[in-house]
């Protein structure tokens, strides 16, 4: 039995090979589109790069704008509803609070909903800071905290209504850091301006405004 080859021609084998060779890449080709690509993904690096600090930044300002309103607004909450404005300082703040109602006398907790009676009302007789011994006046106050130098504090400290002793106050709260400005200026005994500004070394923000006492004489 026979069994017979046939065999391309050298010319056509050698035409095949040099067709496909040519069909791919040269090393400077592809040399030449990583670099190429390198470039692109360095710019692409360059812009998410920026465009990450820019909303780090605006985010870090937000958050530092909305802590000076969040003090403001608390402080001009209790001036407003006040009956009598203290300035002992340039930098400190003391109201009579007449605002709160959030402490149960009855059950001796505290409540959202209160016990319908103002929480300085302690002898709950319809009348708020008397002066007497059983209705002496609650007072808030805000200051500052300077025992961090880099990083000042503006405090609250307000009325412990949960204790028997009516002097007492519950442990200061902080609302907001990185203060380098809080200053009351007392324009008429029922006015006060207040200047507060912040500073986390990056970003500042200042608010300044006037809140008036509507119970103040």
């Known amino acids: 039995m026979r069994i017979t080859v046939k065999l391309a021609p050298f010319d056509s084998l050698r035409k095949s090979f040099s067709m496909n060779d040519s069909s791919g890449f040269t090393l400077l080709e592809l040399l030449i589109?990583?670099?190429?690509?390198?470039?692109?993904?360095?710019?692409?690096?360059?812009?998410?790069?920026?465009?990450?600090?820019?909303?780090r930044r605006t985010t870090e300002k937000t958050e530092l704008l909305a802590q000076a309103r969040y003090a403001m607004e608390r402080m001009v909450m209790f001036v407003q509803e006040t009956d009598q404005i203290a300035i002992p300082a340039?930098?400190?703040?003391?109201?009579?609070?007449?605002?709160?109602?959030?402490?149960?006398?009855?059950?001796?907790?505290?409540?959202?909903?209160?016990?319908?009676?103002?929480?300085?009302?302690?002898?709950?007789?319809?009348?708020?800071?008397?002066?007497?011994?059983?209705?002496?006046?609650?007072?808030?106050t805000f200051d500052l905290d300077r025992t961090d130098g880099n990083n000042w504090k503006l405090m609250e400290e307000m009325p412990d209504?949960?204790?028997?002793?009516?002097?007492?106050?519950?442990?200061?709260?902080?609302?907001?850091?990185?203060?380098?400005?809080?200053?009351?200026?007392?324009?008429?005994?029922?006015l006060v301006e207040i200047l507060l500004t912040l500073d986390d070394g990056e970003h500042e923000v200042s608010l300044k405004t006037r809140a008036r006492g509507f119970y103040v004489n």
């Open 33 to 55: 589109s990583i670099a190429i690509l390198s470039l692109i993904m360095l710019g692409l690096q360059q812009v998410m790069g920026t465009a990450l600090s820019a909303h």
């Open 90 to 140: 340039v930098d400190r703040l003391v109201v009579n609070e007449r605002l709160l109602d959030t402490y149960d006398n009855d059950l001796h907790i505290y409540l959202f909903e209160g016990d319908g009676y103002l929480d300085a009302d302690n002898d709950h007789n319809g009348l708020v800071n008397e002066g007497t011994l059983e209705d002496p006046p609650d007072r808030i």
């Open 161 to 190: 209504y949960g204790s028997p002793d009516l002097e007492d106050a519950k442990e200061k709260k902080v609302l907001c850091d990185h203060v380098t400005t809080f200053q009351c200026t007392l324009l008429a005994p029922n």
